[in-house]
């Protein structure tokens, strides 16, 4: 067959040649060592939670290496695509410091020199190498039906697979030119497919960035690279791109492991170099039985990336913790250099630690809330502020109009040597601290004995001063003495049956009537915030 015909009758409007692509893509003037990773998702909705894992890989092997992290917005399923979600997409990583170096705003601004970076813009570049592909006869037209969604295809082919038929060649490789021709005449749409070479029982060797050494079966099918309306497959689009765009490190999920035989034929036969690959582990969650699911948007809405904003947690909560999800040794890290900034971790994409991590929420509250505890008085004022204008519009003008108050607030049991770690997200902000903004609606009196409790109240009145921290608790021993209560803890530990409870129960009991609560904050703080007069009403409603 004369190839060269062929790809002339497939592609007669085609200008564009790979001569002139190769020239306008030059290659990348870095530094040895260098890498050029990319994150290329599908704007067909949320960023997910195991996508941003990804792109935090490839931002840390671009930045630590002088390389460069750019964006590729890979829109090609244009059904599937949903109204405003690459720019979800950029927001997310700006706002979590993961600015890349190259990207395209829909509509607007360019940054970088190996753009379009939306693949629905690059379409002239995939048909000059598919034409090319055609014309050295690896690759030809398929006329059958379903050319674009191949959901009927797909699952014929899988039935083979599982019988252990792995060669599959498509009827249309066999096409003469004279019938080719008579089809473009009659107007029939055509996909380009690879001619593949391999027979599906050859095994080939590859090396994974974080798996290592893998043993897969060679390809064996005539996998689609341009569907009927000549938008790219992933597989196809994929080499060309991030071999123009001179990408030396592929990060994506371990989902793909099995693709890879047919990655390396599409490269091999476009005469392409193969980036590295790694196969990042997919992040799963434990149900309620124990068992590992993969955390989805169905099940969970933790991977929504837009969770931990609408729940007010801090950026790099969220960035740390998935951190130690890649390197585990990221922990012991940060415990020897608890103020170091992060990028001085010895970061390493190509360990990744964990086959299967397992997202676990507590630990991220607990790296939260050692991250807040560290924030002083105002920067807490100022972060709660920036989640309320957000998500809590219902508590922004009183935020506004109390700063001072608030920020008070904020300041009980902070910018101590040992500050409070109860706050892990903003919006557990009013709810937690509810009692300093009225009455409590409920009050623990579970386990309370309820005479002794309204004994202490009546006699409180007499006792309170709250003009000193000093003052405020001497007058409380002496007024538990007076009560019988222990305020010596050693006695009391000998000789408990001597005293109805000690000084801490004492506390407790003004504690439930002032805030409703067993535990909380600093006592006195609190009721010094509050001042006297509200205290003793509180008091009143039960003595």
Excluded at 4 to 33: C, H, M, S, W
Excluded at 263 to 290: C, M, R, T, W
Aim: proline content about 4%; hydrophobic content about 35%.
């Amino acid at each position: 067959m004369d190839y060269k015909k062929l790809a002339n009758l497939l592609f007669a409007d085609n200008q564009l040649t790979v001569e002139e692509i190769e020239k306008r893509y030059a290659k990348r003037d870095l530094p040895q060592g260098s890498h050029v990773t990319r994150f290329a998702p599908s704007p067909t909705g949320y960023m997910h939670l195991g996508g941003f894992f990804q792109a935090l890989i490839d931002f840390n092997l671009a930045k630590r290496s002088g390389g460069v992290f750019y964006l590729r917005i890979e829109d090609t399923d244009q059904k599937r695509e949903v109204s405003g979600a690459s720019a979800i997409i950029m927001n997310i990583l700006t706002s979590y410091g993961l600015l890349p170096d190259e990207y395209q705003l829909k509509g607007g601004v360019t940054v970088g020199e190996y753009g379009p970076y939306y693949q629905s813009e690059r379409k002239e570049i995939y048909k000059a190498y598919a034409k090319k592909l055609v014309a050295e006869g690896k690759a030809f037209p398929c006329f059958c039906k379903k050319t674009e969604g191949l959901s009927d295809v797909k699952e014929k082919r899988e039935k083979k697979f599982a019988v252990g038929i792995t060669e599959d060649r498509d009827a249309c490789r066999n096409l003469t030119i004279e019938q080719i021709e008579q089809y473009l005449k009659a107007g029939k749409k055509f996909a380009i497919r690879l001619k593949s070479k391999g027979n599906g029982t050859n095994k080939i060797k590859i090396v994974d960035g974080a798996k290592g050494e893998v043993e897969l079966l060679e390809n064996a099918s005539d996998a689609i690279l341009l569907k009927d309306d000549f938008m790219p497959t992933y597989n196809f689009a994929h080499a060309v791109d991030d071999t123009l765009m001179g990408t030396t490190v592929v990060v994506r999920g371990e989902e793909w492991l099995p693709s890879y035989p047919l990655h390396v034929e599409i490269f091999d036969a476009l005469g392409f170099k193969q980036p590295q690959y790694i196969h990042s582990p997919l992040i799963y969650k434990l149900n309620e039985k124990g068992n590992k699911n993969k955390i989805s948007k169905r099940k969970h809405p933790e991977a929504d990336m837009r969770f931990f904003d609408k729940e007010g947690y801090e950026k790099q909560a969220v960035v740390e913790y998935l951190l130690n999800l890649i390197n585990s040794n990221f922990e012991n890290w940060r415990k020897a250099n608890p103020d170091a900034d992060i990028m001085e971790f010895p970061f390493d994409g190509f360990n990744i630690t964990a086959n299967t991590p397992v997202f676990d929420i507590v630990k991220l509250n607990d790296i939260s809330k050692e991250i807040i505890s560290k924030y002083s008085a105002d920067k807490c004022y100022q972060e709660l502020l920036a989640w309320a204008r957000e998500y809590s519009l219902e508590n922004l003008d009183y935020l506004v109009k109390d700063r001072e108050y608030v920020t008070k607030v904020l300041n009980i049991d902070r910018e101590k040597p040992k500050p409070r770690k109860d706050i892990y997200k903003w919006s557990m902000f009013f709810d937690l601290f509810d009692y300093m903004f009225s009455d409590p609606a409920k009050f623990e009196l579970e386990d309370i004995n309820k005479k002794d409790f309204e004994i202490v109240l009546r006699e409180y009145k007499k006792y309170i001063d709250l003009s000193s921290k000093d003052a405020w608790f001497a007058n409380i021993k002496k007024m538990a003495d007076a009560l019988g209560y222990a305020t010596d803890n050693a006695d009391f530990k000998k000789n408990p049956e001597k005293y109805k409870g000690n000084v801490a129960k004492v506390c407790e009991y003004i504690r439930i009537a002032v805030t409703g609560r067993k535990n909380s904050p600093d006592l006195y703080e609190i009721m010094s915030l509050l001042g006297e007069k509200e205290v003793l009403q509180r008091m009143a409603e039960f003595a």
